[in-house]
């Protein structure tokens, strides 16, 4: 008998049904015998010994769908020495979960901090398999994760359907997108949405230069300025401070998030009117795109397939269009950024795009 775990971890995103059902179906085609424990909420099911065994019906009419049928939460991994609520040991809880349940594999789901703790159970003996999920795609190791594509698809919508009311105003149009702290998603939906200025975290913008594109473009006779800025932008004041003293200062600006208070900063140098557009947690959500259904299923395949041969401490990732593995330990607490002199940025600024920078 086969038995093998399954956890979701940290923050939702599109495919991940789709990766566990390709774990699954995979396994179930090379074995008569397994038993798939599926952890309810993340780590946290795994420390208080939550879950269900699965059956091949949960896996049946899943591919489609968004979000995780095992359910999510975050457990920090920097909180991972605190005891939980009832005074136990996460760490311990954990290892024991696994033990009792006398699993020969736990397969994570999850993003940079999943990944950590993920490090943590292997370095503890536990044999560890992981995929990569996180539409921000700032997992090193993999060029690109599951959930990326689908929020791709999405970010850029709200960016096209932005040009449609911006042609009728005379405005300033900033959609503040997610992207943790990488500018991946905002820089893919910034050129595929037509936006006229994208701010990124790995490039912070000089506010002169974002106004003198403002400016041009007004001189020029456009009625409006689109800019895709990524929820982590900073600008070149922000970033030279400590990670402290910008907690002081937004405090006690007021603003709810970057985008707004790029937006009064650009109204009162400019005089222009600004609408700011977040949308939020809808860029997680709804049916991942056919793209990431065949990723994340590709990936779930590669993570049954080392099971089945016993490999174990890996992230099965994708190199292009192939897909490999790589060791956990490469991979865990590295954050994947865009390099600023990577060959798509030039493009965007041979586009007449302006990225908040003297060039």
């Known amino acids: 008998m086969l038995n093998v775990g399954m956890l979701t971890s940290g923050g939702d995103c599109q495919a991940l049904n789709a990766a566990i059902r390709g774990v699954a179906k995979t396994l179930y085609h ?13 780590y946290r099911g795994l420390m208080k010994k939550e879950f269900r065994v699965m059956t091949e019906r949960d896996f049946s009419g899943i591919l489609n769908i968004g979000g995780t049928i095992l359910g999510t939460s975050r457990t ?20 024991n979960t696994y033990k009792e349940l006398n699993l020969d594999c736990l397969v994570i789901l999850g993003g940079n901090g999943s990944h950590k703790t993920a490090d943590l159970l ?31 698809e999405i970010a850029t919508n709200a960016i096209d359907r932005i040009h449609t009311t911006a042609a009728s105003h005379s405005r300033v149009f900033i959609l503040e997108l997610m992207g943790h ?29 974002v106004i003198d594109a403002i400016t041009k473009r007004t001189e020029q006779g456009k009625k409006f300025t689109i800019i895709a800025m990524a929820e ?47 949308p939020g947690h809808v860029q997680r959500g709804g049916e991942p795109s056919a793209y ?12 049954a397939r080392l099971i089945v041969n016993s490999q174990f401490g890996l992230m099965v990732c994708a190199d292009n269009d192939q897909i490999s593995t790589i060791p956990l330990e490469e991979v865990a607490g590295k954050t994947k950024l865009v390099n600023p002199e990577c060959q798509l940025i030039r493009q965007a600024e041979d586009l007449g795009i302006c990225l908040g920078q003297n060039v």
């Open 30 to 42: 090379y074995y008569d015998d397994v038993v798939i424990y599926g952890f309810t909420d993340g």
């Open 76 to 95: 920090q991994y920097k909180y991972i020495n605190e005891p939980l609520e009832d005074g136990s040991d996460k760490l311990e809880s954990m290892i």
């Open 292 to 303: 990431d259904r065949v990723l994340a299923t590709r990936l779930g395949v590669e993570a």
């Open 122 to 152: 292997r370095r503890n003996g536990l044999n560890i398999i992981t995929l990569p999920k996180t539409i921000d795609n700032d997992l090193e190791g993999t060029s690109v994760s599951f959930g990326f594509n689908s929020a791709l």
């Open 181 to 209: 702290k990488t500018g991946w998603l905002t820089l893919h939906a910034g050129i595929a949405g037509g936006a006229d200025i994208i701010l990124i975290p790995e490039l912070p913008y000089d506010i002169n230069v």
């Open 232 to 278: 982590g932008a900073l600008s070149e004041e922000e970033a030279a401070m400590t990670k402290k003293q910008r907690k002081t200062t937004w405090k006690e600006d007021g603003f709810p998030s970057p985008a707004f208070r790029l937006g009064s900063r650009i109204t009162a140098i400019t005089g222009q009117e600004v609408r700011v557009t977040v």
